[in-house]
């Protein structure tokens, strides 16, 4: 349920002053979020929700400017605040403060306090040189504890020498680690103290939402807050914003290009285009019954499972400096008609009555039956033929020896398992997928397999040749046959170049075409080249004097295909080639290669992290984790029936520009990728694996045994801060439910139930390696079985061992670390490990817990079969 407006926007405008003139990065945007809702300001790069956001906080810095426009912030506790501070503020009125008209000191006291923002980058967003700790007591002192940290030559050598002293009170601190415990972040006593560059992306991105959150805002801006996550980490981020926002029940805008995301986090949307609203109204009424052109033809631009073709939006966005009259979209806009550029274009309401749904178009309706027939043609099925390409045991290391002494001792013992033992088929004429969160190895397979890198070990056979024998000039000679298009065009075209030049290097570098080939001078005929490649790839000939600066992000990625193709290749790796684009670039760029594999018979390895798009190029897709293939099918089968863990995860994480799609059973995967340095043992998913499997011999919910595994993960890396749980446990009289609260800073219980992600009980039981009983009798201390299923722990009941507040730190360890029943042994197991643990024993509580409940998983490396759709899971071992 949503409430009163808490922020409103009316009439903004914003301009940057530049030397061409000015840019309306926001030109009259009206805007409201009510208390307790999510609003989508959702766009393509370029459309001003930034800006918006931006100077509804107040941040919009030289040479922009809030030219004209109210922002309006509902709150009585402000409102009181400046009348006490000063004789009658002008800014207030009522409960409202008018924060266009606020003076900068009220600015900040409503930053970070009412009203937080969370960025898109949380590496540059954290400063590098403060601890975690220092940054969310920064906010906390500023608007809880009295204020900044002085300007005094004391605090500025401790910012420079952060280690000489911290000085966080300790209120501030048990604050702060109160904060960093509700975002998820684990064991925050100890990860208060640490830096930015000692956190993984997500967990850096849970730290700046403990930031924003520290003051327990009523409003959080969110600008882009997962675009540069992976889709596993985004559905973490998204989860937690959600549970903490039903916690707290705050407003969220949500600010995205992301509809996936916008469908799935925000109860309202309003689409952006060219600095203004197009459209805004209720989630369901914008996907369902898109009123508005843009939003019509940006909805028609997202690959889905039903799409064989897509039908991208022609042209691109208008120079802000220079809008056309009337509507912005008018010069895009399939349905423009000459009323469109005349005069200002009023918004029409939609939908039914009593809802809120405005678009800003002079049509009433418009027949999508036109859009997109000429183009709409079924992709072709195209020939796939026999295997191309090969690779078998192909591995990439990098070395982390200092210098090329340490490597020649052969002190390198630490390198980078970057590719660790590949084998993959491409076939002739197809798209082979690969697919993985960022750090899998992908981009380095790729770029490998062309010999880019040298492997560190396997082979690569390619058209019959094995690339690793070939020497210098062959693989030169064989290079024209494989080609590379890059992610971001923008640093893979040389700046100093011109379009043409571009192009033609290649051919150059080639020596083409052959001396003495044709009438025409060589120079001629790559003439000529250039021009059919530019053709072929949809630019204008006549773009070949410009520089890649001066075209748009599409042209560029275009002239990154021309230049592919230069050469005439049969096989090209395309990494992430679409990943830079807007959605309605991506859809034309998607098309053309498309339409290039058909006129040229083209093989595509396809490197992608957006599953949906991998889905609509794709025939097959690889699956890749840490440096391996995991899973490998056709992509329909893969995604009507994924097998592996790891893929069911990824899947289950994309988010659908659908809100009405049940999400449910989502899987939500715990942590990170761990480190390719040191992957773990056997199945290196079985960190996070949500299905990994107990031993035969040992009765526990999947749940658990995935808590049970955690918690060994966590001793095994001594990550468990023992002393702060004593003092947690002494603090209460009722360690039990009181500690918890303490310890978990009142974290939702569901939020932490949902990241199991659950797993059928049936999948256990293909591997006995349960603990032998003598040895489980040793750990049990002899401790009877009744008391054992009752439940009852031996190191609660046994008056020989710990004292009581040992038994209290105990109690309040299992309960940190386990939501899921653990009876019987299993528990008896645990707390005898525990014990281990508040005594200080590490060792005794690793080998007490690996005896009774290490997986096959661990042990073994399971193996990637041959068969159709083979995946590299005990799940699926023969019995
Ligand atoms: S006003 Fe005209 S040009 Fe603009 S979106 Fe509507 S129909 Fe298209
Ligand atoms: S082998 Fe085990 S840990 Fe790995 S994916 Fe399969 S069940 Fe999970």
């Given at each position: 349920?949503?409430?009163?407006?808490?922020?409103?926007?009316?009439?903004?405008?914003?301009?940057?002053?530049?030397?061409?003139?000015?840019?309306?990065?926001?030109?009259g945007?009206?805007?409201?979020?009510?208390?307790?809702?999510?609003?989508?300001?959702?766009?393509?790069s370029?459309?001003?929700?930034?800006?918006?956001?931006?100077?509804a906080?107040?941040?919009?810095?030289?040479?922009?400017?809030?030219?004209?426009?109210?922002?309006?912030?509902?709150?009585?506790?402000?409102?009181?605040?400046?009348?006490?501070?000063?004789?009658?503020?002008g800014?207030?009125?009522?409960?409202?403060?008018?924060?266009?008209?606020?003076?900068?000191?009220s600015?900040?006291?409503?930053?970070?306090?009412e009203?937080?923002?969370?960025?898109?980058?949380?590496?540059?967003s954290?400063?590098?040189?403060?601890?975690?700790?220092?940054?969310?007591?920064?906010?906390?002192?500023?608007?809880?504890?009295?204020?900044?940290?002085?300007?005094?030559?004391?605090?500025?050598?401790?910012?420079?020498?952060?280690?000489?002293?911290?000085?966080?009170d300790?209120?501030?601190?048990?604050r702060?680690?109160?904060?960093?415990?509700?975002?998820?972040?684990?064991?925050p006593?100890?990860?208060?103290?640490?830096?930015?560059?000692?956190?993984?992306?997500?967990?850096?991105?849970?730290?700046?939402?403990?930031?924003?959150?520290?003051?327990?805002?009523?409003?959080?801006?969110?600008?882009?807050?997962?675009?540069?996550?992976?889709?596993?980490i985004?559905?973490?981020?998204?989860?937690?914003?959600?549970?903490?926002q039903?916690e707290?029940?705050?407003?969220?805008?949500?600010?995205?290009?992301?509809?996936?995301?916008?469908?799935?986090?925000?109860?309202?949307?309003?689409?952006?285009?060219?600095?203004?609203?197009?459209?805004?109204?209720?989630?369901?009424?914008?996907?369902?019954?898109?009123?508005?052109?843009?939003?019509?033809?940006?909805?028609?631009?997202?690959?889905?499972?039903?799409?064989?073709?897509?039908?991208?939006?022609?042209?691109?966005?208008?120079?802000l400096?220079?809008?056309?009259?009337?509507?912005?979209?008018?010069?895009?806009?399939?349905?423009?008609?000459?009323?469109?550029?005349?005069?200002?274009?009023?918004?029409?309401?939609?939908?039914?009555?009593g809802?809120?749904?405005?678009?800003?178009?002079?049509?009433d309706?418009?027949?999508?039956?036109?859009y997109?027939?000429?183009?709409?043609?079924?992709?072709?099925?195209?020939?796939?033929?026999?295997?191309?390409?090969?690779?078998?045991?192909?591995?990439?290391?990098?070395?982390?020896?200092?210098?090329l002494?340490?490597?020649?001792?052969?002190?390198?013992?630490?390198?980078?398992?970057?590719?660790?033992?590949?084998?993959?088929?491409?076939?002739?004429?197809?798209?082979?997928?690969?697919?993985?969160?960022?750090?899998?190895?992908?981009?380095?397979?790729?770029?490998?397999?062309?010999?880019?890198?040298?492997?560190?070990?396997?082979?690569?056979?390619?058209?019959?040749?094995?690339?690793?024998?070939?020497?210098?000039?062959?693989?030169?000679?064989?290079?024209?046959?494989?080609?590379?298009?890059?992610?971001?065009?923008?640093?893979?075209?040389?700046?100093?170049?011109?379009?043409?030049?571009?192009?033609?290097?290649?051919?150059?570098?080639?020596?083409?075409?052959?001396?003495?080939?044709?009438?025409?001078?060589?120079?001629?005929?790559?003439?000529?080249?250039?021009?059919?490649?530019?053709?072929?790839?949809?630019?204008?000939?006549?773009?070949?004097?410009?520089?890649?600066?001066?075209?748009?992000?599409?042209?560029?990625?275009?002239?990154?295909?021309?230049?592919?193709?230069?050469?005439?290749?049969?096989?090209?790796?395309?990494?992430?080639?679409?990943?830079?684009?807007?959605?309605?670039?991506?859809?034309?760029?998607?098309?053309?290669?498309?339409?290039?594999?058909?006129?040229?018979?083209?093989?595509?390895?396809?490197?992608?992290?957006?599953?949906?798009?991998?889905?609509?190029?794709c025939?097959?897709?690889a699956?890749?984790?840490?440096?391996?293939?995991?899973?490998?099918?056709?992509?329909?089968?893969?995604?009507?029936?994924?097998?592996?863990?790891?893929?069911?995860?990824?899947?289950?994480?994309?988010?659908?520009?659908?809100?009405?799609?049940?999400?449910?059973?989502?899987?939500?995967?715990?942590?990170?990728v761990?480190?390719?340095?040191?992957?773990?043992?056997?199945?290196?998913?079985?960190?996070?694996?949500?299905?990994?499997?107990?031993?035969?011999?040992?009765?526990?919910?999947?749940?658990?045994?995935?808590?049970?595994?955690?918690?060994?993960?966590?001793?095994?890396?001594?990550?468990?801060?023992?002393?702060?749980?004593?003092?947690?446990?002494?603090?209460?009289?009722?360690?039990?439910?009181?500690?918890?609260?303490?310890?978990?800073?009142?974290?939702?219980?569901?939020?932490?139930?949902?990241?199991?992600?659950?797993?059928?009980?049936?999948?256990?039981?293909?591997?006995?390696?349960?603990?032998?009983?003598d040895?489980?009798?040793a750990?049990?201390?002899?401790?009877?079985?009744?008391?054992?299923?009752?439940?009852?722990?031996?190191?609660?009941?046994?008056?020989?061992?710990?004292?009581?507040a040992?038994?209290?730190?105990v109690?309040?360890?299992?309960?940190?670390?386990?939501?899921?029943?653990?009876?019987?042994?299993?528990?008896?197991?645990?707390?005898?490990?525990?014990?281990?643990?508040?005594?200080?024993?590490?060792?005794?509580?690793?080998?007490?817990?690996?005896?009774?409940?290490?997986?096959?998983?661990?042990?073994?490396?399971?193996?990637l079969?041959?068969?159709?759709?083979?995946?590299?899971?005990?799940?699926?071992?023969?019995?």
């Amino acid at each position: 349920m949503t409430g009163d407006p808490l922020l409103s926007i009316s009439d903004l405008r914003t301009q940057f002053a530049t030397d061409r003139g000015r840019v309306k990065a926001v030109d009259g945007v009206d805007l409201t979020v009510r208390e307790g809702e999510t609003v989508g300001l959702v766009g393509e790069s370029g459309s001003g929700k930034s800006v918006t956001a931006l100077s509804a906080m107040g941040l919009v810095d030289d040479p922009g400017e809030i030219v004209s426009g109210e922002v309006k912030l509902r709150s009585p506790e402000l409102a009181e605040e400046f009348r006490s501070r000063r004789k009658n503020p002008g800014f207030v009125d009522g409960d409202v403060v008018d924060l266009t008209a606020a003076p900068e000191e009220s600015l900040r006291a409503v930053r970070g306090g009412e009203m937080s923002m969370v960025f898109q980058d949380p590496m540059t967003s954290l400063n590098p040189a403060l601890t975690v700790g220092e940054q969310v007591g920064e906010s906390l002192r500023l608007h809880q504890y009295g204020g900044r940290k002085k300007d005094n030559w004391l605090n500025a050598v401790r910012e420079i020498l952060p280690k000489m002293g911290n000085d966080l009170d300790e209120q501030v601190v048990e604050r702060a680690v109160e904060v960093l415990s509700e975002v998820g972040i684990p064991e925050p006593t100890t990860r208060v103290d640490e830096y930015p560059h000692e956190f993984s992306g997500g967990m850096r991105q849970r730290v700046l939402i403990a930031i924003a959150l520290a003051c327990r805002p009523g409003l959080l801006v969110a600008d882009e807050p997962t675009t540069a996550l992976d889709v596993t980490i985004q559905a973490q981020i998204l989860d937690l914003i959600n549970d903490l926002q039903d916690e707290l029940g705050m407003s969220v805008l949500m600010i995205t290009h992301d509809l996936g995301v916008v469908a799935e986090t925000c109860d309202r949307v309003a689409v952006m285009y060219a600095g203004e609203i197009v459209e805004e109204g209720p989630v369901e009424e914008i996907f369902g019954n898109p009123s508005h052109p843009y939003t019509y033809t940006l909805l028609e631009s997202i690959p889905t499972e039903e799409k064989e073709r897509l039908t991208p939006i022609e042209g691109n966005v208008p120079d802000l400096i220079d809008m056309p009259d009337g509507c912005n979209f008018a010069p895009r806009c399939p349905w423009a008609k000459p009323e469109c550029t005349e005069g200002d274009i009023p918004y029409l309401q939609h939908g039914p009555e009593g809802v809120d749904h405005r678009s800003k178009c002079v049509l009433d309706d418009f027949d999508t039956n036109e859009y997109g027939e000429d183009d709409a043609l079924a992709a072709a099925d195209h020939d796939v033929g026999e295997p191309l390409l090969e690779t078998e045991g192909l591995k990439k290391h990098f070395s982390r020896a200092d210098g090329l002494l340490d490597e020649w001792l052969g002190l390198d013992g630490a390198s980078v398992k970057a590719v660790d033992g590949v084998d993959l088929t491409v076939y002739d004429g197809e798209t082979l997928g690969l697919v993985g969160e960022s750090g899998c190895g992908k981009s380095t397979t790729g770029r490998t397999l062309l010999r880019l890198l040298e492997p560190t070990e396997g082979r690569v056979v390619f058209a019959g040749d094995d690339l690793t024998d070939l020497g210098k000039d062959d693989l030169r000679k064989k290079r024209r046959d494989m080609q590379m298009i890059f992610q971001d065009p923008m640093s893979s075209l040389d700046p100093r170049m011109t379009v043409g030049q571009i192009v033609t290097e290649p051919l150059k570098i080639h020596d083409l075409p052959a001396e003495g080939s044709g009438d025409r001078s060589a120079r001629e005929q790559r003439r000529e080249r250039v021009t059919e490649l530019l053709e072929a790839v949809g630019l204008d000939p006549n773009q070949r004097a410009r520089y890649p600066h001066e075209l748009s992000g599409g042209q560029r990625q275009r002239v990154g295909i021309a230049r592919a193709l230069a050469v005439d290749p049969d096989f090209i790796v395309a990494d992430e080639p679409v990943s830079a684009l807007d959605v309605s670039v991506q859809a034309q760029i998607l098309n053309l290669m498309e339409d290039l594999q058909e006129e040229f018979g083209l093989t595509y390895l396809f490197i992608a992290h957006d599953l949906s798009v991998v889905r609509h190029i794709c025939d097959r897709i690889a699956v890749m984790y840490l440096g391996e293939v995991v899973e490998v099918a056709d992509t329909d089968e893969l995604f009507a029936d994924p097998k592996h863990p790891y893929t069911q995860a990824l899947l289950s994480a994309i988010p659908e520009p659908d809100p009405t799609a049940d999400t449910d059973d989502r899987v939500i995967l715990e942590g990170d990728v761990p480190s390719p340095i040191n992957p773990p043992s056997g199945c290196h998913f079985r960190t996070r694996c949500p299905q990994v499997i107990p031993p035969t011999d040992v009765d526990i919910d999947q749940e658990a045994y995935r808590e049970v595994m955690n918690l060994r993960q966590r001793v095994e890396s001594r990550n468990i801060d023992v002393e702060a749980v004593r003092a947690e446990a002494a603090a209460g009289p009722e360690s039990g439910a009181n500690t918890k609260a303490a310890t978990d800073g009142g974290a939702p219980e569901d939020r932490r139930g949902t990241e199991d992600g659950g797993a059928p009980e049936d999948r256990r039981g293909t591997e006995d390696g349960g603990a032998p009983e003598d040895r489980r009798e040793a750990t049990d201390g002899g401790a009877a079985d009744s008391a054992a299923d009752t439940g009852v722990s031996s190191a609660t009941t046994d008056t020989s061992g710990p004292t009581n507040a040992d038994d209290d730190t105990v109690a309040t360890l299992r309960e940190r670390y386990f939501e899921h029943d653990l009876r019987g042994e299993n528990r008896r197991v645990v707390d005898a490990a525990l014990a281990a643990l508040v005594e200080g024993d590490w060792e005794t509580a690793e080998s007490t817990l690996r005896e009774r409940f290490e997986s096959v998983c661990e042990r073994e490396d399971p193996e990637l079969g041959d068969e159709a759709h083979p995946a590299a899971c005990h799940l699926y071992d023969a019995n």
